[in-house]
């Protein structure tokens, strides 16, 4: 029987709490470089639109949760707060701005620009860049998880301040979605396997 991905990931590093995606959606590269596996979590990681009702395990979280701790920041100023939202009664509200695909646990990225490192040469504030740092970890080690994921970044963060009072003093950067895939209408859509070629990506001086 052929094996699902990340099951193969877990036979390749020992480690046995991985869940496994229902199938890999695109060709595995084999990488010359380090154990792989990181390159893996990279190509398996995809925008997933639509969640079933499956929990996500409290173990699970707290290892994507401690991903995000450490996350580097500008001058280490660590101005980046993350609400879990994973009770019916906060996803309830949560849903009245965003109906975030049905995903059982919503991760909201949130920072404080006064927290926050200022450049001196331009004046930009590096909060929204510590943010997205964050938010990749959390999104990769998600993914690594074996859990299907979502960066929202389409919403009113005025209104999510409102529905959630507990965010009203943060900026609102971004949502990730988490959970286990619908059969069928959580695959990866058509623009996950669109990509500039490295030739469009990269200039060499
Ligand atoms: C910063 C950021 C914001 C995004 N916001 C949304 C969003 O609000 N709604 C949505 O449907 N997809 C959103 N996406 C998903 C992108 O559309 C998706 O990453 C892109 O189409 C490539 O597909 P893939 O993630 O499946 O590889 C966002 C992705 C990023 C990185």
């Known amino acids: 029987m052929k094996k699902s991905f990340l099951s193969r990931i877990s036979d390749?590093?020992?480690?046995?709490?991985?869940?496994?995606?229902?199938?890999?959606?695109?060709?595995?590269?084999?990488?010359?470089?380090?154990?792989?596996a990181f390159m893996r979590i990279l190509e398996s990681r995809y925008s997933c639109h639509s969640f079933d009702s499956t929990p996500v395990q409290d173990s699970k979280l707290e290892m994507i949760l401690d991903a995000g701790r450490?996350?580097?920041?500008a001058m280490n100023?660590?101005?980046?707060?993350?609400?879990?939202?994973?009770s019916e009664e906060a996803l309830a509200k949560l849903r009245t701005?965003?109906?975030?695909?049905n995903a059982p646990v919503?991760?909201?990225?949130g920072c404080r620009n006064e927290e926050a490192w200022v450049r001196e040469?331009?004046?930009?504030?590096?909060?929204?860049?510590?943010a997205a740092i964050v938010l990749t970890h959390l999104m990769l080690t998600a993914t690594d998880a074996g859990l299907a994921n979502m960066w929202i970044w389409d919403f009113d963060p005025s209104k999510i301040r409102e529905a959630l009072p507990e965010t009203r003093e943060h900026g609102i950067y971004?949502?990730?979605?988490?959970?286990?895939?619908?059969?069928?209408?959580?695959?990866?859509?058509?623009l996950h396997s669109e990509r500039k070629p490295l030739e469009e990506l990269v200039i060499t001086l």
């Open 97 to 101: 701005v965003h109906p975030c695909y």
């Open 12 to 36: 390749i590093t020992k480690v046995s709490h991985r869940a496994n995606f229902s199938d890999v959606h695109q060709k595995i590269t084999k990488y010359k470089y380090g154990s792989d």
């Open 121 to 130: 040469s331009d004046g930009i504030n590096a909060a929204k860049t510590d």
């Open 174 to 190: 971004g949502l990730l979605a988490i959970g286990h895939p619908a059969a069928g209408a959580g695959d990866p859509t058509k």
């Open 70 to 73: 450490m996350a580097p920041s």
């Open 106 to 109: 919503v991760l909201i990225v």
């Open 77 to 86: 100023m660590q101005p980046t707060r993350i609400w879990v939202v994973k």
